[in-house]
């Protein structure tokens, strides 16, 4: 009998695979979508029973180092040779992505909102593009940020 690694793995591989042509940050999103549905309630045990024993505190403390390291990782392989949007650093952009795109939003928004795992991986590709992706116009920045002007009669 295949055990739930190995099934993880399987659903993982066949995830990047209907991303093979698509860009980086598409097998991105198929590999976290994958990893987030296995991992969120794990990891919401984990954070939960925290405050009761200090080895589970411990590992509580892993996972979060591990994410927010993986989410680095995830933003050096999406940055590549473009880089980020200007004024983003690699720090910021590591913790947004380690932020919105971690379990417990995927558990909020798919276990209790209802969103489809579709629906969850569109936000997450949305969130990436959004650190990643072009640097919107200037002209729509500095219309939104100009002082409202009295016009005299």
Same mark, same amino acid.
């Given at each position: 009998?295949?055990?739930?690694?190995?099934?993880?793995?399987?659903?993982?591989?066949?995830?990047?695979?209907?991303?093979?042509?698509?860009?980086?940050?598409?097998?991105?999103?198929?590999?976290?979508?994958?990893?987030?549905?296995?991992?969120?309630?794990?990891?919401?045990?984990?954070?939960?029973?925290?405050?009761?024993?200090?080895?589970?505190?411990?590992?509580?403390?892993?996972?979060?180092?591990?994410?927010?390291?993986?989410?680095?990782?995830?933003?050096?392989?999406?940055? &590549?040779?473009? @880089?980020?949007?200007?004024?983003?650093?690699?720090?910021?952009? #590591? $913790? *947004? %992505?380690?932020? /919105?795109? +971690? !379990?417990?939003?995927?558990?909020?928004?798919? &276990?209790?909102? @209802?969103?489809?795992?579709?629906?969850?991986?569109?936000?997450? #590709? $949305? *969130? %990436?593009?959004? /650190?990643? +992706? !072009?640097?919107?116009?200037?002209?729509?920045?500095?219309?939104?940020?100009?002082?409202?002007?009295?016009?005299?009669?």
């Amino acid at each position: 009998m295949i055990d739930d690694l190995e099934l993880a793995a399987v659903a993982a591989s066949e995830a990047v695979l209907r991303h093979a042509g698509g860009p980086p940050s598409g097998r991105l999103v198929a590999l976290a979508s994958v990893a987030l549905a296995r991992v969120a309630p794990f990891e919401r045990v984990v954070r939960e029973g925290a405050g009761a024993d200090e080895e589970i505190a411990a590992l509580a403390r892993d996972l979060l180092e591990w994410r927010r390291a993986t989410a680095a990782r995830m933003v050096d392989v999406l940055a &590549g040779e473009d @880089g980020l949007r200007p004024g983003l650093t690699r720090e910021e952009a #590591a $913790d *947004l %992505l380690f932020a /919105l795109g +971690g !379990p417990e939003v995927h558990h909020l928004l798919v &276990g209790v909102r @209802g969103w489809s795992q579709e629906r969850f991986d569109a936000y997450v #590709a $949305d *969130l %990436l593009s959004r /650190l990643i +992706g !072009p640097t919107p116009p200037k002209k729509a920045l500095s219309s939104r940020r100009a002082p409202l002007q009295r016009s005299d009669p």
